[in-house]
């Protein structure tokens, strides 16, 4: 598949139509994919929803209408999709950061968001270490949280960031009940939607490990009411990219996350693969510290011609 081709085809409907109804299905048909890898896609090449880049359009051509005197704010309302003019008024405040009557006057500051175009420009040169690898089925244990944004967005690091500062009693607990070859965190991202998507932070326990972990003559402690649950991640051929550098990993992964319109676009199609409808992972081997790294798995599957 030319995802190049296909995303600007669902772009190009998106504009066509801004100001109906726009169903993620048909949109996502325009660029030759379902709906839920769809919206995966798009978010991993744009750092953004797809419910995000259709908001901040529709009130950015709002904007410019009203600045004109073109339209009238309940019109403007109406036209852009939304069931009244104060749901209208407090999303156009906080993305313009004024009301849409000041948006009015002359000499009123506005946001524009402009219209994406996909384009293929020349890059490379650099080196990427990677590996292909076929994973089993994996049970993995651990928690989750919501997050909001995009997988790939300028929000996740913080969200990251503070997830792992403030939940140091339960991962210190499931690297306590993994054994001594299982104490690599895994970080799973799933059920991605417009309102965010899911993060799982587990270890891989054994079945013993897993069948106890509520014992409390085994743990000495009581763990129900921490939220702990399985999630299964299907078998999966992965290529897993990997940082190097062990005091500066966390911004060499931001740093290889950044390059993803590169992987999906050009890299993975040159190696025949395309990304497959399965979870993401980010692994954190943390020990020994002189020997920290973390990967990345991404889920492919062969390409389809």
Not at 3 to 28: F, S
Not at 239 to 263: M, P, Y
Request: with cysteine; hydrophobic share 40%.
């Amino acid at each position: 598949m030319d995802w190049i081709t296909g995303m600007q085809a669902a772009i190009d409907y998106i504009e066509d139509h801004i100001t109906e109804d726009l169903d993620y299905d048909v949109i996502a048909a325009r660029g030759f994919s379902s709906g839920y890898h769809f919206q995966r896609i798009f978010s991993l090449l744009c750092g953004m929803t797809l419910g995000e880049y259709i908001r901040n359009r529709r009130l950015s051509l709002a904007g410019a209408e009203l600045a004109a005197g073109k339209i009238r704010v309940i019109d403007a309302a109406l036209k852009y999709g939304y069931e009244s003019p104060d749901s209208f008024a407090k999303a156009f405040h906080k993305f313009h950061g004024i009301s849409p009557s000041a948006a009015r006057m002359n000499g009123s500051s506005l946001k524009s968001f402009s219209r994406l175009t996909f384009k293929i420009s020349l890059e490379g040169g650099s080196l990427m270490d990677y590996r292909i690898e076929e994973k089993k089925e994996m049970i993995l244990t651990g928690f989750k949280t919501h997050f909001t944004g995009a997988p790939y967005g300028k929000e996740r690091e913080a969200q990251e960031e503070e997830l792992f500062v403030t939940t140091r009693g339960k991962q210190w607990l499931l690297s306590g009940a993994a054994s001594a070859d299982n104490k690599d965190a895994h970080c799973v991202m799933t059920n991605i939607t417009d309102e965010g998507y899911d993060y799982y932070y587990c270890h891989l326990l054994d079945d013993w490990e897993r069948e106890h972990l509520h014992d409390y003559s085994v743990m000495g402690m009581n763990v129900e009411g921490l939220g702990l649950e399985n999630i299964v991640i299907p078998q999966a051929t992965y290529i897993i990219f990997e940082t190097k550098d062990a005091g500066n990993s966390i911004h060499e992964l931001f740093e290889l996350l950044g390059r993803r319109v590169q992987i999906l676009t050009e890299w993975m199609p040159d190696m025949g693969f395309e990304l497959a409808p399965a979870p993401e992972l980010v692994v954190y081997h943390w020990m020994p510290r002189a020997e920290r790294r973390i990967e990345v798995w991404m889920p492919v599957k062969k390409y389809a011609k």
